[in-house]
């Protein structure tokens, strides 16, 4: 029988199957030949078509008195899950007609209408909405409506046809189907892979055999005007497995392992102006290829070199991928032999299948840089690596508040100072999107110049208070800066509105630093305090950002009093001698952290304080006089001697009396000589003079300007700093 419209809407007379509009469109319904007899439901009479009929076979089911009906019964199909449904090969129980056997609902040859079979049935007639055969089957048949029928053989191959293998999609309603499973699969995606992938997937092998799908490389970027010639990679394909594709198909040349398509992978193809690949990319549309312009379009974008095994007639459609602006790809979809051809309808899933991925492409590709943005630019607001300072050791981490915003307001910075000292910092403006981001930055650059200049804490954070008024009047921060001095193991600290730190001592006892609270950078007017504190060796300092200690669940007091406990309980494990390592502690302080405690970004510093003992510290004030590098040479050579490092004598006085001769020569006040035995060891020398040296190259008629070209030769590391009291310079020397 013929079949019933599995869509809603009424047949569409005089409607083109390759109209763009969709594929809500339907093929006109032949007339009908007059003089035939059409058979009613549920046993009307049925009779041959008449002598000489253009069409035998082609009749029509209709209520009874169809004559004087309007139109025929529309058939509604049962709701099925996502995806196609199950679909039966031409001449099938329960399938669609044939194009060349007559419909499965016509009397055959010598059976009267009404003529009941050996089995007490009528003989031929079907269901309309399940086409199974009537009650009237013969005892132990098997009943195709249960699905244990044999599988008849393909009516063109005459072979069976073997499970598994996706049949043709015969009515428009699974068409409909197909592509609203599609689109939706290929709309998951969020990455160009996963759009591409989710293409494949949905295609093979419901749509095609094999799929091959062409990017152009490389990609544009939104408005962005491609300047080079059009070049198409193979970014993926996908065909059925070998072992369901017994039957032959879509075969490359033979091509060592793994698999033949996964080799074309690395191709390459240039569209040439005024190519037949060029043309077909530029009319948009899917095409047959066995269209002249197809069949000459395939060998330059498969490779003209490489022998393809491409099928005949209407086996394969080539479709451009079209993004907003552009053509920025094209997709291969092909059919073995054994399947049938692709129809008319076909052309329009391949353009839907083409225009949703070639958009989800665009978009995905916009995705990537906006992503690639913010990670760039949030990269080079924190530290890449945190400095190698004297007397401390230091570890961080950061944590963005979600996946799709990968940027925020929280920075932690540490700044090595003049004496061997080190400033933390840390730091939280309000929000986390790419403004709260560049205003972090312009922050922290200026928390490190502040730092350059050897300012108090207060005086940082209020110089950092007017930077963010200059920003904008809502621009708000909270910032916590603490200098660790290893020598004097005190450490200075200045808060502006940000939760207090966590001192973790060596027995594992933890307290919050009882620091004064001030008020959030930006408000104005404010004065900040500073505290000193003591910095025993071997206790850990935590800073850290709300977005550890506060969520929607708990407040920030008693997130604190949950840092404090799983600091004490992480240190219990290690012993009271031994202090946890600084990776691990991190590592179990973001532990602490439920399912529902990630609402803001989390900025982690942590030091834990090695100190420099007083016995690796030499410490001396030498007047401003001609006779200060002859004794700076000499307790140079007393302290090296104490330390058993003699094997550092010459070059040790060498280089001190270069940069005390160059101090007292322009200093008014006593001048500071400082040696510091740690991992290396560090010379300092300072003065009042805040204009700092700098490496020149001396003439051969000069009878100075060679000193610090001595110390740039000699010393591992030097450096110079400006205080607000003069300045710095320092060298450093490796130990044996």
Not at 289 to 300: G, K, M, N, S, Y
Not at 352 to 363: E, F, P, Y
Not at 468 to 485: E, I
Not at 626 to 651: Q, S
Request: hydrophobic share 40%; charged share 25%; glycine share 10%.
């Amino acid at each position: 029988m013929t079949e019933h419209p599995t869509s809603f809407d009424r047949p569409s007379t005089g409607a083109d199957p390759t109209d763009p509009r969709g594929a809500l469109l339907r093929t006109p319904v032949p007339p009908r030949a007059s003089g035939s007899a059409l058979p009613a439901q549920g046993g009307a009479d049925q009779s041959p078509p008449a002598a000489g009929e253009d069409s035998p076979g082609a009749f029509e089911h209709s209520q009874p008195g169809a004559e004087q009906a309007a139109e025929p019964d529309t058939h509604r199909p049962r709701p099925t899950s996502e995806g196609v449904p199950a679909q039966t090969g031409g001449g099938q129980p329960g399938g669609g007609p044939s194009d060349d056997t007559p419909s499965a609902g016509v009397t055959p040859a010598g059976v009267a209408p009404g003529e009941v079979s050996a089995g007490g049935g009528q003989a031929g007639l079907v269901r309309p909405d399940s086409g199974a055969p009537d009650s009237g089957a013969p005892a132990g048949a098997p009943d195709p409506g249960r699905g244990d029928a044999p599988p008849e053989p393909d009516r063109r191959t005459g072979q069976p046809t073997a499970p598994g293998r996706p049949t043709p999609m015969r009515r428009d309603g699974d068409r409909l189907r197909f592509v609203g499973a599609a689109t939706r699969r290929i709309a998951r995606g969020m990455d160009l892979d996963e759009i591409v992938m989710g293409l494949c997937r949905a295609t093979v092998p419901t749509f095609a055999d094999a799929i091959l799908v062409y990017l152009r490389e490389p990609l544009p970027v939104g408005d962005e005007r491609p300047t080079g010639p059009l070049v198409l990679r193979l970014r993926r394909t996908d065909r059925i497995p070998a072992e369901r594709d017994t039957e032959g198909g879509f075969t490359p040349a033979p091509q060592p392992e793994p698999s033949e398509l996964e080799t074309v992978g690395a191709e390459l193809c240039e569209v040439r102006p005024g190519s037949a690949l060029a043309e077909v990319l530029r009319g948009v549309r899917p095409v047959f290829t066995d269209t002249p312009a197809a069949r000459a379009a395939l060998p330059e974008l498969l490779g003209e070199e490489r022998d393809f095994a491409l099928p005949d007639g209407r086996r394969a459609i080539l479709a451009p991928l079209r993004g907003r602006r552009r053509v920025i790809g094209a997709a291969l979809f092909l059919r073995g032999p054994e399947r049938i051809a692709f129809e008319a309808d076909d052309l329009l899933v391949a353009a839907q299948l083409a225009t949703h991925s070639a958009l989800g492409i665009d978009k995905a590709v916009l995705y990537g840089r906006e992503a690639y943005i913010a990670d760039e630019l949030q990269r080079t607001m924190l530290p890449e690596n945190l400095p190698r300072c004297t007397g401390v050791r230091l570890a961080s981490r950061y944590l963005p508040a979600a996946e799709t915003a990968r940027v925020g307001g929280d920075w932690y910075d540490a700044i090595p100072l003049p004496g061997s000292r080190v400033a933390l910092v840390v730091g939280d403006v309000m929000g986390h999107s790419m403004t709260s981001a560049a205003i972090m930055g312009q922050l922290r650059t200026t928390a490190q110049t502040l730092a350059g200049l050897d300012l108090p804490p207060q005086e940082v954070l209020h110089h950092l208070d007017e930077q963010a008024q200059r920003l904008g009047t809502d621009r708000m921060a909270t910032c916590l800066y603490a200098v660790y001095d290893p020598v004097a193991h005190r450490i200075t600290v200045a808060n502006a509105g940000h939760p207090p730190p966590v001192l973790l001592h060596l027995g594992g006892h933890a307290e919050v630093l009882r620091v004064p609270a001030g008020a959030p950078i930006g408000v104005g007017g404010v004065d900040f305090e500073a505290v000193e504190l003591d910095a025993p060796a071997g206790a850990t300092l935590l800073l850290y950002t709300d977005g550890l200690v506060e969520s929607r669940l708990r407040d920030v007091w008693t997130g604190i009093e949950q840092l404090r406990e799983r600091l004490a309980a992480t240190a219990q494990l290690t012993g009271p001698d031994h202090p946890p390592p600084l990776e691990a502690l991190c590592d179990e302080v973001l532990d602490m952290l439920g399912p529902g405690d990630r609402d803001d970004d989390i900025a982690l510093l942590a030091a834990r304080f090695d100190g420099i003992a007083p016995s690796d510290v030499s410490y001396w004030f030498l007047d401003p006089e001609d006779a200060a590098p002859g004794k700076a040479r000499r307790l140079a050579r007393r302290a090296l001697a104490r330390w058993g490092m003699e094997d550092l004598t010459d070059a040790v006085e060498l280089l001190v009396s270069e940069v005390v001769t160059n101090a007292v020569r322009y200093a008014s006040k006593p001048v500071t000589l400082r040696l510091l035995r740690t991992d290396v060891l560090r010379c300092e020398v300072g003065d009042d003079v805040p204009q700092l040296p700098r490496l020149r190259q001396a003439r051969a008629t000069d009878e100075g300007g060679r000193g610090l070209y001595l110390v740039n030769r000699l010393a591992r590391r030097w450096g110079a700093t400006r205080l607000s009291t003069g300045k710095v310079v320092w060298f450093e020397l490796n130990r044996g």
